[in-house]
Nanobody, 125 residues
Framework: VQLQASGGGLVQVGGSLTLSCIVS????????VGWFRQAPGKEREFVAA????????SYADSVKGRFTISRDNAKKTVNLQMNNVKPEDTAVYYC???????????????????WGQGTLVTVSS
């Protein structure tokens, strides 16, 4: 599996930004794609994830109601729509993938074995 994240940049507080993760895989059966982020001086944390098929998704409490994860099957991308961004959303954002991941572990970083490079999001106040 190869993942390529893009779409990062500078955005003002309260603004919106969409991140995209292109997923290249031999099969999309039973694959889950997630977004994680790492702020300066902090550990990487879960943001959002969704199953490629079935559509079940999960969000970190800090982004619920502001971020939306979606899938474009034709383009083979998983997008993260970020609305009403806050300074604390500033981080390097990574997309990752896992096969046969049960829903109860969807937020567990160590269950994701495939990672893309990060894309930097900077929220200015």
């Amino acid at each position: 599996v190869q993942l390529q994240a893009s779409g990062g940049g500078l955005v003002q507080v309260g603004g919106s930004l969409t991140l995209s993760c292109i997923v290249s895989a031999h099969t999309f059966n039973d694959i889950t794609v997630g977004w994680f982020r790492q702020a300066p001086g902090k550990e990487r944390e879960f943001v959002a994830a969704r199953r490629w098929t079935g559509g079940s998704s999960s969000y970190a409490d800090s982004v619920k109601g502001r971020f939306t994860i979606s899938r474009d099957n034709a383009k083979k991308t998983v997008n993260l729509q970020m609305n009403n961004v806050k300074p604390e959303d500033t981080a390097v954002y990574y997309c990752a993938a896992s096969y046969r991941l049960i829903h109860g572990l969807i937020q567990s970083e160590d269950r994701y074995s495939h990672w893309g490079q990060g894309t930097l999001v900077t929220v200015s106040s």
